[in-house]
């Protein structure tokens, strides 16, 4: 069974041996990555492709653990040496295949983003997705979430460690776009089962070929466990109240990788969406977050929310709160809810601090 973790083991020098035909690796670097831990590819995946949205920096301690200099580099982060796999040699050559013209170093990129993307989803198989192992995988994920309550009432939710600033949806949320981290519409596609008919994830950059693999492997796995609890008799249990088990189907789920702007401009004048969604994409730029409110204001529904979680204050050509707050008004009035929700955090390891202070505001179309 491909979730197994004998077999994971098994398999794990023959995705190796394939890894090395898409990315430059010496046979002495084969052997290093032979010698790592299968679940390594899946801290060095997320690290490269997912963005801000989920950056992990396990704790240093002996550098061969992490595979440095190869997988990543120790950095000092908050007072205390880490290990970035964003800084390693691995990630380097990758960059450079992302940057190439070349039509051969792309196809080699894509093939190597779609099968670390299959890769770590076994990784999350075995260890089990609701496991506090996998989770720590995804630290960051999501950062901003729509799922229902126990009486099937929808709520944007801000998680923030322990606690969690939510704010209720009362209108319909049949269809959504999600500008960002596909990560997080990925998971909306299984808590939206029933309330949600197609969510359409729109990003770009050097994550967009690995994580519309996540969502395409993932949303093969939420068709099957609902076939599967459908036939079983569970399903009823898992959905909200109001909708019956025989008749509820997971949301479509579609991916565009070529950017916000680009994805935006192409719209048919007449699309209209429920919800639009732009979550830690400070990092795309101010251009990015600009397309995504023109986005909003011209194709939400009467009614419709733009909802947005970003940190207080820009660094370098990010695009902060402070960069976006006076645009989104000038184009979708003042929000019906604002305010401060914890903060952006960047790193596994427990004792060092979460990164920037972020804030939310929901807008709503008039």
Same mark, same amino acid.
């Given at each position: 069974?491909?979730?197994?973790?004998s077999?994971l083991?098994?398999?794990?020098p023959?995705?190796?041996?394939?890894?090395?035909?898409?990315?430059?690796?010496?046979?002495?670097?084969?052997?290093?990555?032979?010698?790592?831990?299968?679940?390594?590819?899946?801290?060095?995946?997320?690290?490269?492709?997912?963005?801000?949205?989920? +950056?992990?920096?396990?704790?240093?301690?002996?550098?061969?653990?992490?595979?440095?200099?190869?997988?990543?580099?120790?950095?000092?982060?908050?007072?205390?040496?880490?290990?970035?796999?964003?800084?390693g040699?691995?990630?380097?050559?990758?960059?450079h295949?992302?940057?190439?013209?070349?039509?051969?170093?792309?196809?080699?990129?894509?093939?190597l983003?779609?099968?670390?993307?299959?890769?770590?989803?076994r990784?999350g198989?075995?260890?089990?997705?609701?496991?506090?192992?996998?989770?720590?995988f995804?630290p960051?994920?999501?950062q +901003?979430? $729509?799922?229902?309550?126990?009486?099937?009432?929808?709520?944007?939710?801000?998680?923030?460690g322990?606690?969690?600033?939510?704010?209720?949806?009362e209108k319909?949320?049949?269809?959504?776009?999600?500008?960002?981290?596909?990560?997080?519409?990925?998971?909306?596609?299984?808590?939206? $089962?029933?309330? +949600?008919?197609?969510?359409?994830?729109?990003?770009?950059?050097?994550?967009?070929?690995?994580?519309?693999?996540?969502?395409?492997?993932?949303?093969?796995y939420?068709?099957?466990?609902?076939?599967?609890?459908?036939?079983d008799?569970?399903?009823q249990?898992? $959905?909200?109240?109001?909708?019956?088990?025989?008749?509820?189907?997971?949301?479509?789920?579609?991916?565009?990788?070529?950017g $916000?702007?680009?994805?935006?401009?192409?719209l048919?004048?007449?699309?209209?969406?429920?919800?639009?969604?732009?979550?830690?994409?400070?990092?795309?730029?101010?251009?990015?977050?600009?397309?995504?409110i023109?986005?909003?204001?011209?194709?939400?529904?009467?009614?419709?929310?733009?909802?947005?979680?970003?940190?207080?204050?820009?660094?370098?050509?990010?695009?902060?709160?402070?960069?976006?707050a006076?645009?989104?008004?000038?184009?979708?009035?003042?929000?019906?809810?604002?305010?401060?929700c914890?903060?952006?955090?960047?790193n596994l390891?427990?004792?060092?601090?979460?990164?920037?202070?972020?804030?939310?505001?929901?807008?709503?179309?008039?």
């Amino acid at each position: 069974m491909l979730n197994s973790e004998s077999q994971l083991y098994e398999d794990y020098p023959l995705f190796v041996d394939e890894v090395s035909q898409h990315v430059p690796m010496s046979a002495e670097e084969q052997h290093i990555a032979k010698s790592m831990l299968p679940a390594l590819w899946a801290y060095w995946g997320l690290a490269l492709f997912s963005g801000d949205e989920s +950056t992990p920096y396990p704790p240093g301690g002996d550098p061969e653990l992490w595979g440095v200099p190869f997988f990543g580099n120790e950095v000092e982060k908050n007072g205390r040496r880490v290990v970035d796999f964003s800084a390693g040699e691995l990630a380097e050559r990758v960059q450079h295949m992302y940057e190439s013209d070349d039509p051969d170093a792309q196809r080699r990129f894509a093939r190597l983003s779609s099968r670390v993307a299959w890769w770590t989803f076994r990784v999350g198989a075995v260890a089990g997705f609701a496991s506090e192992e996998w989770c720590n995988f995804m630290p960051t994920m999501p950062q +901003t979430l $729509i799922k229902p309550d126990r009486a099937g009432q929808l709520h944007v939710h801000f998680p923030d460690g322990n606690k969690d600033v939510a704010h209720p949806i009362e209108k319909s949320c049949r269809t959504i776009m999600n500008f960002g981290p596909g990560l997080t519409g990925m998971v909306m596609g299984g808590e939206l $089962i029933g309330h +949600t008919q197609k969510i359409e994830c729109v990003s770009g950059g050097i994550g967009a070929t690995y994580i519309s693999s996540w969502l395409e492997i993932n949303m093969r796995y939420i068709q099957n466990e609902v076939a599967r609890r459908r036939q079983d008799g569970t399903l009823q249990a898992t $959905i909200s109240p109001q909708f019956k088990a025989a008749r509820v189907r997971p949301p479509e789920l579609c991916y565009s990788n070529h950017g $916000i702007s680009a994805h935006v401009d192409a719209l048919n004048p007449k699309s209209r969406y429920d919800i639009m969604l732009l979550s830690s994409v400070h990092s795309a730029g101010v251009t990015e977050s600009h397309a995504a409110i023109r986005g909003a204001a011209k194709h939400l529904r009467e009614g419709g929310l733009f909802v947005v979680k970003a940190p207080d204050v820009s660094l370098g050509h990010e695009a902060g709160m402070d960069r976006i707050a006076d645009y989104a008004a000038e184009h979708l009035g003042s929000p019906a809810a604002s305010g401060p929700c914890g903060e952006l955090r960047q790193n596994l390891d427990p004792n060092l601090s979460r990164d920037r202070a972020a804030s939310f505001a929901i807008y709503q179309k008039q």
